[in-house]
Nanobody, 116 residues
Framework: QVQLVESGGGLVQPGGSLRLSCVAS????????MNWYRQAPGKERELVAT????????DYADSVKGRFTISRDNTKNTVYLQMNSLKPEDTAVYFC?????????WGQGTQVTVSS
């Protein structure tokens, strides 16, 4: 079955950086676009970044453009989210996800807290 396991979250000061990782299994990773979402307390889950299947096309939410970078290593079945210049409003649980239409799979999420 599809499994997505995120790691790399934590507590960081404003202006700091974190790199999230998501290891995937149970499907042909190199054939699927991958997404990072986040959900802050009391807010809806939002799409943060998308990579196409080969990693040469990336899209970002306006709120993270220029600060976050999504990348992937298809030899390791892993997608990454490099987060720089973090702000308190980036505080959320971050999820990696794969799917199309009504079928979507999620990891368990990793908490990112940006606070001084």
């Amino acid at each position: 079955q599809v499994q997505l396991v995120e790691s790399g979250g934590g507590l960081v000061q404003p202006g700091g950086s974190l790199r999230l990782s998501c290891v995937a299994s149970g499907f042909v990773f190199s054939a699927w676009p991958m997404n990072w979402y986040r959900q802050a307390p009391g807010k809806e889950r939002e799409l943060v970044a998308t990579s196409n299947s080969v990693g040469n096309r990336r899209d970002y939410a306006d709120s993270v453009k220029g600060r976050f970078t999504i990348s992937r290593d298809n030899t390791k079945n892993t997608v990454y989210l490099q987060m720089n210049s973090l702000k308190p409003e980036d505080t959320a649980v971050y999820f990696c996800s794969v799917g199309r239409g009504t079928t979507r799979y999620w990891g368990q999420g990793t908490q990112v807290t940006v606070s001084s």
